[in-house]
């Protein structure tokens, strides 16, 4: 089952990307906002990884702002911290109805309880909460154990996922194979749960060998390591 | 086996019950707290045992009590939390226990912060508590090689009967890196007559202790344990060196340091600047002699130390060279990560000085 036509979907305001540690969630939150952005949309991410205390989508406040997306993260010291704490500015993302944006949980249930708390208003708003998958992660060995996790993290923030977000990669190791057998495992999923893939995320340097998975969503790589 | 996307911190926790670590005893710190949690469900599975102890002194003599049984255990902590257990290591020097202890470093001092740091060397490699005391600490620079030296840790505190560190900075705990489960095959028991579990067989009460009274016996047993020492000294030093045959500068970085020191080098390569890295996997031993061979070329100028500290490496990189050729430093510290551009600067300004 898949979403066709334009990506990101035009007429959806607010997006919660929810997933296992490690799938990638922050790399796509990234890129969502921005493509949000250049959509010509007032736009803000927002930074919930409670449970990270690196490489969390904060890091990157210059870039993002810079490219007209309002970070919302704690900020001065908790900045660096890994305390659960929450930024005043999210409830006018949660509420909008002139903001749109992105919501960049924690990984796993542990990360994403916090959503818990605004359930509620994220369920009114119609919000689109998807779940990123990556194939290379040991917890999505297989279908059943995807769903499970990904029937955990609902359990624990109170939302219902509707739409998966396919992610397979292995970092600097990924090749267009990578991406191919990932794509098939999220087709997979999709199958067994009914819910739709929303989109085929992939490096922008692989796009050209990937044309036929619709939507296709080219990544630029901002969450990187420092030798990188 | 398929590569598999792990989180450094997961890994080497699953790394550690595939060596045969039979025994977790730890307490919570960032950035290291993926570990305790990883074996609070695993550790069940494999038939093994996890607490989490009130503290972290209380998790290290829960190692030494494991150990004096003859089970292979291990704890966890970041900097910190590895001052809090430097009595008990040392109580695992003196009673000849085999443990492993993991320190993923952040920045100190103090509370100081939770980003990744290196400055916790000279407490790792100078003395891992009180008295004369050895171990050897190993430092791995990636995820996969921090899985594969987590069966060799074990298998070093077995062989020698003496605390093992895993010395790694907070990046390597918390990024992911593709990784591959290489099919081991199973190690022999270790034969453990010295274990206190039990009289069966010999009928004899098997003491562990790290006591001596009379100082001329705890002489004798300190000299025993340098024998010991010299024996890790001889044989079981470690290290890697890239693109070092004709340098002009060396490079010497440990950990994720020296993967972006590794960076830089590139860069200089660029420039025209022959940059090798040095990277010493066995902190304790150095690998003094190699690093000495390799500075000895005609070629080589100088040697800069990068780590992020204010210099704690580079006074085992002085004594390795002992004057030969002028060695530099350049580092960041205090949560603060050194910049390829920053090491290449710092490289082409120890060249210029030199020359």
């Not at chain 2, 912060?113 to 490699?125: E, L, S």
């Amino acid at each position: 089952m898949q979403a066709k036509g334009a990506f990101p979907p035009p007429g959806e305001r607010l997006f919660v990307i929810l997933g296992a540690y490690g799938t990638g969630k922050t790399e796509f939150s990234v890129n969502l906002a921005l493509a949000l952005a250049a959509q010509g949309r007032k736009t803000a991410l927002a930074d919930l990884d409670l449970v990270n205390p690196y490489f969390r989508s904060r890091e990157k406040a210059t870039e993002l702002e810079s490219r007209g997306v309002e970070l919302i993260a704690p900020t001065g010291a908790l900045r660096h911290a890994d305390l659960p704490s929450i930024p005043p500015r999210l409830p006018a993302l949660v509420n909008g109805p002139d903001l749109a944006g992105v919501i960049d949980a924690g990984g796993d249930p542990a990360g994403s309880r916090v959503l818990a708390s605004f359930a509620p208003d994220l369920r009114r708003r119609k919000s689109r909460v998807w779940y990123v998958l990556n194939r290379s992660r040991p917890e999505n060995a297989d279908a059943e154990r995807a769903l499970a996790s990904l029937r955990a993290v609902e359990a624990a923030c109170g939302l219902e996922v509707n739409g998966l977000v396919s992610n397979t990669h292995l970092i600097g190791a990924t090749t267009a194979q990578t991406v191919r057998e990932g794509a098939a495992f999220a087709d997979l999923v999709s199958q067994k749960s009914g819910l739709p893939v929303a989109c085929y995320a992939a490096a922008r340097s692989l796009a050209g060998e990937l044309w036929d998975l619709e939507p296709l969503f080219p990544l630029d790589l901002y969450m990187k390591r420092p030798w990188e | 086996m398929p590569k598999e996307l792990w989180k450094g911190n997961e890994a080497i926790a699953e790394a550690a019950i595939r060596a045969g670590c039979r025994a977790y005893f730890g307490y919570p710190i960032t950035p290291q707290n993926e570990i305790p949690e990883y074996m609070s469900r695993r550790m069940p599975e494999a038939g093994g045992v996890f607490v989490q102890a009130e503290s972290e002194i209380a998790a290290i003599n829960m190692v030494y009590g494991a150990s004096a049984a003859g089970t292979l255990a291990m704890t966890s902590s970041s900097s910190p939390g590895i001052s809090l257990k430097q009595e008990g290591i040392s109580y695992l020097v003196g009673a000849e226990l085999p443990a492993v202890i993991l320190n993923m470093m952040r920045g100190g001092p103090g509370l100081g912060t939770i980003q990744p740091g290196q400055a916790d060397y000279f407490q790792a490699t100078r003395a891992p508590g009180h008295g004369d005391g050895r171990m050897v600490v190993l430092a791995p620079a990636g995820i996969q090689e921090a899985v594969d030296l987590m069966q060799d840790s074990f298998d070093l505190a077995d062989r020698y009967r003496n605390p093992v560190m895993m010395l790694a900075d907070g990046m390597i705990g918390q990024m992911m890196e593709p990784i591959e489960w290489k099919e081991t095959e199973p190690r022999p028991p270790v034969e453990k007559p010295w274990a206190a579990d039990g009289r069966d067989g010999d009928g004899k009460t098997h003491f562990v202790t790290s006591l001596r009274l009379q100082s001329e016996k705890n002489e004798r047993f300190v000299q025993s344990l340098f024998e010991k020492y010299a024996a890790i000294e001889r044989d079981e030093v470690r290290y890697e060196a890239v693109g070092c045959e004709n340098a002009d500068l060396l490079i010497a970085a440990f950990g994720t340091t020296a993967r972006i020191a590794l960076s830089a080098a590139r860069r200089l390569e660029k420039e025209g600047v022959r940059a090798g890295l040095f990277r010493p996997i066995t902190l304790w031993p150095f690998p003094s002699r190699a690093l000495r061979e390799l500075a000895g070329q005609k070629s080589v100028k100088a040697v800069m130390t990068v780590e992020m500290s204010m210099g704690q490496m580079v006074q085992d990189v002085r004594l390795a060279l002992e004057g030969m050729k002028p060695v530099t430093f350049y580092g960041r510290t205090g949560g603060m990560v050194p910049e390829p551009a920053h090491i290449a600067e710092a490289a082409k300004k120890t060249l210029s000085e030199v020359k």
